[in-house]
Nanobody, 121 residues
Framework: QVQLVESGGGLVQPGGSLRLSCAASGTIFAIGPMAWYRQAPGKQRELVAD???????NYADPVKGRFTISRDNAKNMVYMQMNSLKTEDTAVYYC???????????????WGQGTQVTVSS
């Protein structure tokens, strides 16, 4: 099995910064695209940013220029640096990854348990 564990959430004032981390562990042959999603109270889960194995990134419009996604393939980790945080960034942030557990198998989609980010003065 595969586990994704997020860390780095917390309470921050508007304009502040946080860095989220997500570690993948378990039976891993290869990890394809990795991503961060978020879900605010009463809203649907939405894509924040994603990154391919080779580092090609994509961002949702609300976070462009403020958030930066990165990954360390050797450590099976993905990160997100969040700067200039706004109150509307408050949400539970989830790590997501496409993981192949064995050669020749199709990759499966895995989710972390989420980490709370609260932006408030």
């Amino acid at each position: 099995q595969v586990q994704l564990v997020e860390s780095g959430g917390g309470l921050v004032q508007p304009g502040g910064s946080l860095r989220l981390s997500c570690a993948a562990s378990g039976t891993i042959f290869a990890i394809g695209p990795m991503a961060w999603y978020r879900q605010a109270p009463g809203k649907q889960r939405e894509l924040v940013a994603d990154i391919t194995y080779h580092g090609v990134t994509n961002y949702a419009d609300p976070v462009k220029g403020r958030f930066t996604i990165s990954r360390d393939n050797a450590k099976n980790m993905v990160y997100m640096q969040m700067n200039s945080l706004k109150t509307e960034d408050t949400a539970v942030y989830y790590c997501n990854a496409d993981v192949k557990t064995q050669r020749g198998y199709d990759p499966a989609h895995y989710w972390g348990q989420g980490t709370q980010v609260t932006v408030s003065s």
